[in-house]
């Protein structure tokens, strides 16, 4: 069992920055492939950016590539999740999420445990 607690959402301006955290709780936090998704309002719950287990390889979608870099701690169950460049259309509850999925995957199925989600809200 993984338990996932985000923090660091909150309000910012367009153009501004915020950085993600996730807290895993449990032994095996190295062993997950560790994502994020987001859910803005009225929209389907999208895949943002995801890290492999071992923290070698990093994905992000199109949308966000070259704005947002996900990284890991594993020493420190955490994963992390930058966020520059902000715009409103970046508005979304973040979700970070945990699988044991051998290969990325951007569905959300392939997740099996999931934090509470942080929001993020950015002015204009």
């Known amino acids: 069992q993984v338990q996932l607690v985000e923090s660091g959402g909150g309000l910012v301006q367009a153009g501004g920055s915020l950085r993600l955290s996730c807290a895993a709780s449990?032994?095996?936090?190295?062993?997950?492939?560790m994502a994020w998704f987001r859910q803005g309002p009225g929209k389907e719950r999208e895949f943002v950016a995801g890290?492999?287990?071992?923290?070698?390889?990093?994905y992000s979608t199109n949308s966000v590539k070259g704005q947002f870099t996900i990284s890991r701690d594993n020493a420190k169950n955490t994963v992390y999740l930058q966020m520059s460049s902000l715009s409103p259309e970046d508005t979304a509850v973040y979700y970070c999420?945990?699988?044991?999925?051998?290969?990325?995957?951007?569905?959300?199925?392939?997740?099996?445990?999931w934090g509470q989600g942080t929001q993020v809200t950015v002015s204009s």
């Open positions: 449990g032994r095996t936090f190295s062993t997950y492939t």
């Open positions: 890290i492999m287990s071992n923290g070698g390889r990093a």
């Open positions: 999420a945990g699988g044991l999925t051998r290969v990325m995957n951007t569905n959300i199925r392939a997740y099996d445990y």
